[in-house]
């Protein structure tokens, strides 16, 4: 077959050896006779080398499904380990601290002298103030509505200089606003705006303007509200209905249409089936 092919592109051969053929000359640019028969002998290495590799294969899978019946167990893969990144390390051990700083004043007399002498002790081998445990144990006082308590220890930690946060002021002003003491709130709150004017956030505005409402004070209630509008500050839909019910207990009907024609939006955002979907507001009267 080979040489009828050679013949039919007009190859002639010399065979020198038995065996062994050399071309003398060629057309058309065919290849020599040793670079085909090469060709071939790889393609044949090749194919017995693949069948050799998958009659292994075979034979090593049956090996294993038959020793995998035998134990009568199922073999599995080693999973990736997972990395949660997510997950915090209580290293310093602030929840621990914390539950043992409520435990510790939970069972003291509300007294001053020694609610504040057993938060000394508490810190008493402190390298530093543990200020992320005690916002841990003002968070679970708030939580269980011991407002006295949350009074006692965020006064604490701000006559120690730590914790001027808006949490601890938020906590501090939703306790005196339970505890019915607007005065130390309205002491509080001056404080507040005098160092911290320009920073003053809607949460703390609000939070005063709910006090004040809650208490029937609606003067104090536009005083708030001056300061914000002096400060840029636009007040959310829960504040601007007080603000409109303290114009309306000072008789003030046209500057309460005013506000609200400012500060009233036309759309609001509910979840309707699993969607966030936007709806029209129902004007305020």
């Known amino acids: ?23 003398s000359s060629f057309k058309y640019g065919v290849p020599s006779v040793q670079k085909v028969t090469s060709f071939v002998t790889c393609a044949e ?15 090593n899978t049956s090996e294993l499904g038959s020793n995998e019946k035998k134990s009568g167990m199922v073999i599995k893969k080693k ?3 997972e990395h949660h990144l997510w997950q915090k390390r209580d290293s310093a051990m602030s929840g621990q601290k914390a539950l043992n700083l409520v435990r510790i004043i939970s069972g003291l007399p509300n007294e001053k002298e020694a609610v504040y002498g057993a938060l000394d002790k508490w810190i008493a081998w402190e390298t530093e103030f543990p200020l992320i445990a005690a916002a841990k144990a003002l968070r679970i006082l708030r939580k269980r509505g011991q407002w006295t308590r949350v009074i006692q220890v965020a006064k604490w930690m701000l006559s120690k200089g730590q914790g001027a ?46 006090l004040y409402d809650h208490h ?40 309460k249409k005013q506000v609200l024609n400012r500060y009233q939006g036309k759309w609001k955002y509910v979840h309707f089936n699993g969607e966030r979907v936007r709806v029209r507001k129902d004007p305020l009267k």
Request: charged share 30%.
């Open 216 to 255: 029937k004070m609606p003067e104090k209630v536009i005083e708030v509200f001056a300061d914000m509008e002096e400060l840029g500050v636009k007040p959310d839909q829960d504040t601007l209905i007080r603000i409109a019910r303290a114009f309306d207990e000072l008789g003030q009907t046209e500057k």
């Open 1 to 23: 077959m080979l040489v009828s092919y050679c013949n039919a592109m007009k190859v002639t051969l010399q065979f020198i050896s038995a065996g062994q053929p050399q071309v």
């Open 165 to 210: 946060t808006l949490e601890t002021y938020d906590s501090l002003l939703l306790a005196f606003d339970k505890d019915c003491r607007a005065d130390e709130a309205e002491m509080l709150w001056d404080m507040i705006l005098r160092t911290h004017m320009r920073s003053t956030s809607k949460r703390l505005f609000s939070r005063m303007i709910s």
């Open 79 to 81: 999973g990736r380990k």
């Open 45 to 59: 290495k090749v194919r017995r080398i693949k069948d050799i590799s998958d009659t292994t294969f075979n034979g």
